[in-house]
């Protein structure tokens, strides 16, 4: 796997991107067993949490990128995507003021950022992400979280589109089937991003 931490040899200029690791999504209030499982046997938390440690000890922003819904769904667009509609069957799905939304306890800190959206499955679209990251003097996102189906691949196409470099961290990212969230490492998040390891940038943060 090709490994290019070149990109993150100036913490100053990054930033960690935590994509949707919620207490709903992969936590205790998870409505997703299968990334779950995934996750759990892959060390997925645990190797975001390597990353997020390093980051805070050499001064890189963490974000956590959330994802919520208003109980009336305003806000939202919830008939344009099968996805979508098939979650809100449930009318209880990610709401606002539950602890579905909350990030997984073990990887918030105090200092840490959060930019929450209630609409699409980019952390950019709709929230005020991009100019934070502006604010903060960011120049490489990195990425971490779910999932290799459909908020990954959304960042790190999104974070290319508005100029940002990306790195992925590959044993911190999760998708269901396996195989699949595989190829997608290989065939899509290859030509957007670099591929890194937690502990491949552990080691240059610190």
């Not at 919520?68 to 069957?89: E, I």
């Not at 591929?195 to 940038?201: E, K, L, P, Q, S």
Request: charged fraction near 15%.
């Amino acid at each position: 796997m090709p490994v290019d931490l070149g990109v993150l040899a100036a913490p100053g200029h990054s930033a960690v991107l935590v994509m949707e690791m919620q207490r709903g999504v992969a936590g205790d209030l998870a409505t997703f067993p299968d990334l779950v499982e995934v996750a759990a046997r892959n060390g997925v938390v645990d190797n975001a949490a390597v990353v997020l440690a390093a980051a805070r000890a050499a001064g890189v922003p963490v974000i956590h990128c959330t994802a919520a819904f208003r109980a009336d769904r305003a806000g939202s667009h919830t008939a344009n995507s099968p996805f979508v509609t098939a979650l809100l069957k449930n009318p209880a799905h990610m709401l606002e003021g539950t602890g579905a939304v909350e990030v997984l306890p073990a990887l918030l800190d105090p200092g840490d950022l959060e930019s929450r959206r209630h609409h699409g499955f980019s952390p950019f679209t709709g929230t005020s992400l991009d100019m934070t990251l502006r604010s903060l003097g960011v120049s490489t996102v990195v990425a971490v979280g779910f999932s290799l189906n459909l908020g990954i691949p959304g960042l790190a196409l999104e974070a290319v589109n508005l100029g940002y470099r990306v790195a992925v961290v590959t044993d911190a990212v999760a998708g269901v089937p396996e195989d699949y969230a595989r190829a997608v490492l290989r065939h899509t998040v290859s030509l957007l991003a670099a591929r890194v390891t937690a502990a491949g940038i552990a080691k240059v943060w610190t």
